[in-house]
């Protein structure tokens, strides 16, 4: 995929030009920035639509159900916090919404109401709108990795993982965040119900901790450089230095390891002697184990590794060994 890099200023812009209510000059102000008052970011232009004159006062009087009003807990409902939409001098729920100076007049019989900028996966206000009001104040924290990424590539919208309107972000929780993810990403939660898995049903780790949500540069939108690095994470007792270091092993864990689950013990790709055979070819002593030959009371000189079955019995420092005589893995 390309990266596809925006500056703000043209990302509003084309804001702008798909969605007339909002225009330029009524970008919501940065939260990196200075927060202005509300009045100074009013548009100029005179067929413009104007932000209500009380704020979130006007909202409330039609719209304080308990969904709305959990806003307030949030970290954007703190008016302690200048940069949050809620403020000093910041535009509330307009700051999200768009300007509501329409919207909130008297509605002649027969006339539909003007419509607010909406949002998730059925809102009728295009993507690149809805995710435009958040950008202006996280623009700059997201910076180049979300345009690069495949969800802003593939319109998927910041609300389509985060709701606003409660007081726990379920994305944000490691119990709940794969629940949001699985609503798109069906065949990942066949994969973590297999019965070698990481323990994702026990919320022990959570898709964030293996991937950027927001886009990286990295294969997979991992959160690290490669899959090696991103498992080594937890399991760093796997990245050695090894005296004697098993080869697939640091090229790759997933050469043998489904990272998300498996029907195999080990959460591997294929079990015990099949995964090793996959790649050491049948000449030599591995194949000759598997001769008819190597049977008891034949001829054949390996007998034990037929009868032992899995290679990781004497192979079993598969991960690398330091011991001095473990070039063969076995101790
Ligand atoms: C006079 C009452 C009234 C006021 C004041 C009002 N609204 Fe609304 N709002 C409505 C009604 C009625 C609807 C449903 C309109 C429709 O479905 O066509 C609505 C719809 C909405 C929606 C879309 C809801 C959805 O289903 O997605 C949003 C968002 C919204 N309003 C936000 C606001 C904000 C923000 C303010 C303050 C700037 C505000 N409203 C002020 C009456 C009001
Ligand atoms: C007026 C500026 C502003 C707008 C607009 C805005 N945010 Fe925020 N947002 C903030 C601030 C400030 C914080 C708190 C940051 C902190 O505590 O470091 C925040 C925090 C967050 C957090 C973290 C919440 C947490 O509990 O840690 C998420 C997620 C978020 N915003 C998503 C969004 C989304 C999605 C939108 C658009 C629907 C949006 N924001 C619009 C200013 C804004
Ligand atoms: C695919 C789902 C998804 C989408 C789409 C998404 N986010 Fe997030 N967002 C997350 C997850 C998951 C986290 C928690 C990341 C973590 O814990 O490392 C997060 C964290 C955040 C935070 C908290 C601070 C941080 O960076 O960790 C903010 C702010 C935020 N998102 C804003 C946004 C905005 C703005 C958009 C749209 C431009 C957006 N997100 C789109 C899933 C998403
Ligand atoms: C940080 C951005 C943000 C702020 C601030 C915000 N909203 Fe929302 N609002 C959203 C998002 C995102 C949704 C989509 C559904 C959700 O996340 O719960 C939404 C959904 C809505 C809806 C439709 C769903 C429903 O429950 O009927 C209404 C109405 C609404 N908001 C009104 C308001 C009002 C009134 C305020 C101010 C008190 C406000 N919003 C403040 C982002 C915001
Ligand atoms: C609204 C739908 C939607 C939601 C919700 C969603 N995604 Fe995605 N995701 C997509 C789409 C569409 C793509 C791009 C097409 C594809 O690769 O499947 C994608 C791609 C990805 C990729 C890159 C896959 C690759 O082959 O490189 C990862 C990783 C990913 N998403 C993780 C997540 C995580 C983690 C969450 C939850 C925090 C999440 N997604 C939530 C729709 C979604
Ligand atoms: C332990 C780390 C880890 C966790 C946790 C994790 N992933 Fe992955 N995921 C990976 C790795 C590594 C790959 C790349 C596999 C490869 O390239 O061989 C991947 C690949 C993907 C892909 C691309 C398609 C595919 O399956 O190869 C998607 C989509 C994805 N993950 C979604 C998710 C979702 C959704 C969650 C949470 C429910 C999640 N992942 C949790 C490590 C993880
Ligand atoms: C956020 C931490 C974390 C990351 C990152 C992580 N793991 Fe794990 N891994 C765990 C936990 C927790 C367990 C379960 C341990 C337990 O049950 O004792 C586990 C277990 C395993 C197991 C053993 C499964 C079994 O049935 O014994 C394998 C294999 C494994 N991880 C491979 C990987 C690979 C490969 C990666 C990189 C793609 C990776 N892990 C990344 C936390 C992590
Ligand atoms: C050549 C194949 C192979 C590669 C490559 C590989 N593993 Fe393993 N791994 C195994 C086998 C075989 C087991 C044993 C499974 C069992 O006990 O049933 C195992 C077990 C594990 C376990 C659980 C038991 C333990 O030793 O802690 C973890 C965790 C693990 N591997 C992590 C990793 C990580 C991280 C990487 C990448 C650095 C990796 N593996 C690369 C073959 C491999
Ligand atoms: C993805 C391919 C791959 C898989 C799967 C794999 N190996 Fe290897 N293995 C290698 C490579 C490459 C070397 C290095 C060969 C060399 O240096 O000539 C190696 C080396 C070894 C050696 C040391 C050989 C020596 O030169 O002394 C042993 C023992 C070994 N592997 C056993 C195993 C076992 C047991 C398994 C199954 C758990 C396994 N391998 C799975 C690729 C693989
Ligand atoms: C009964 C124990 C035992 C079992 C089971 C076993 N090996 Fe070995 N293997 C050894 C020993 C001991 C050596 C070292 C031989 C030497 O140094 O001459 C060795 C050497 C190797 C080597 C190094 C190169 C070679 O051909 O000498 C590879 C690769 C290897 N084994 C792969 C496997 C694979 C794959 C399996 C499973 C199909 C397996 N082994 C099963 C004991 C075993």
Sequence with gaps: MKPKMHTLAYRLLAIAALWPAVTLGQAPPAAEAKPEP??????????AVEYSKKGADTCLTC???????????????QPSDARSPFGKGQLQCE????????????VKKGESRPPMVQFGRKAVTPVA?????????????MSASW???????????????????VAKDPVLAANTQADVCYTCH????????????HPMRQGKIACSDCHQPHGSTSEAQLVKATVNQTCYQCHAEKRG????????????????????????????????????QSCHSQQGHPS?????SGLPGRTGPTVSTLVLGNCMNCHSQVHGSNHPSGASLTR
């Design 147 to 165: 345009h690069a990424g495949p969800h802003d590539a593939n319109n998927v919208s910041c609300a389509s993982c985060h709701d606003s309107h």
């Design 38 to 47: 509300a009045a100074a970011a009013k548009p100029a232009a005179a067929d």
């Design 241 to 276: 230095p090894f005296l004697w270091e098993h080869a697939p092993v640091p090229e790759d864990c997933s050469n043998c390891h489904a990272p998300h689950g498996s029907s195999n013990p080990g959460m591997l790709t294929a079990r015990g002697p099949l995964l090793c």
């Design 95 to 106: 700051a999200c919404h768009g300007p509501g100076g329409n919207h909130t007049k008297k």
């Design 63 to 77: 719209h304080d159900d308990e969904h709305v009003m959990s806003v307030f807990h949030t970290k954007h409902g």
């Design 288 to 292: 000759l184990s598997y001769g008819p």
């Design 129 to 141: 709108v809805q995710n435009g009001m958040c950008l202006g104040c996280h623009e700059k924290s």
């Design 186 to 197: 069906v065949a990942q939660r066949g994969e973590f119900l297999k019965p070698y898995a």
